[in-house]
């Protein structure tokens, strides 16, 4: 199947301090993506749509300005989590649909962020 | 709004029998896919099966089979001859699928933990 890489898969970081999430589409293009947030014990609950070329746009409640995303090319967005604090730890998880007739999202391996 | 439900937080089964994951959902829109996604203890995402809404067979792959059943607006998961690997966290999602095959992103249920006794 397709494959959607996401790196660092964990990283731990102090209060204040930003951290960058990459997300690559490896063998097919990406116009869209999604990022997710995932809670222990809890459902995805997407955080945004990132479109290549242009804007992101946010769910309702999330912050744009803390969580910046930039799709610049069509197999590659990142999620910045700035000025991290210890409640925006959590799991975070991207995914992206070939297209082409090909219906289901491919999702990267998430990343586990724990701000201390 | 689109909306997936799943009532069973935790099921158990017996080694090599089968297991049915429920899953119903509720939306408006005449053109949508359903997915069932598989988490295993280290978080990444395995998808499994796929039902279009216009698909008029039951999807299948390998050991998973989803009953699609439209006019209850269910998709349950059928996991056949269950083995100790198949534990793990179990989503039903579904997406909207838009004019000219466009795709919204996945809504999830809050998901069912399996769990495979030897």
């Known amino acids: 199947g397709a494959v959607v890489s996401q790196h660092p898969s964990r990283v731990i970081c102090k209060s204040g301090t930003s951290v960058k999430i990459e997300c690559r589409s490896l063998?097919?293009?990406?116009?869209?993506m999604f990022w997710y947030r995932q809670f222990p014990k809890q459902s995805l609950m997407l955080m945004a749509t990132s479109n290549e070329g242009s804007k992101a746009t946010y769910e309702q409640g999330v912050e744009k300005d803390k969580f910046l995303i930039n799709h610049a090319s069509l197999t590659l967005s990142t999620l910045t989590v700035t000025s991290a604090h210890p409640e925006d730890s959590s799991f975070y998880i991207c995914?992206?649909?070939?297209?082409?007739?090909?219906?289901?999202?491919?999702f990267g391996q998430g990343t586990r962020l724990t701000v201390v | 709004a689109q909306k997936i439900t799943q009532t069973q937080p935790g099921m158990f089964v017996q080694e090599k029998e089968a297991v049915t994951l429920d899953c119903t959902y509720d939306t408006s829109d005449q053109s949508y896919g359903l997915f069932w996604y598989k988490q295993p203890s280290s978080g990444e995402m395995i998808f499994l099966i796929y039902q279009g809404s216009y698909d008029e067979q039951n999807a299948t792959e390998g050991r998973y089979s989803l009953n699609f059943q439209k006019a209850r607006k269910s998709a349950n998961l059928v996991i056949s001859a269950s083995q100790l690997g198949d534990s793990a966290m179990y989503f039903c999602?579904?997406?909207?699928?838009?004019?000219?095959?466009?795709?919204?992103?996945?809504?999830f249920g809050k998901g069912t933990k399996l769990s495979v006794k030897p």
């Open positions: 995914s992206a649909t070939p297209g082409q007739g090909r219906p289901e999202a491919f």
């Open positions: 063998d097919f293009q990406a116009t869209t």
């Open positions: 999602a579904m997406r909207e699928i838009g004019y000219g095959g466009s795709q919204g992103n996945l809504i």
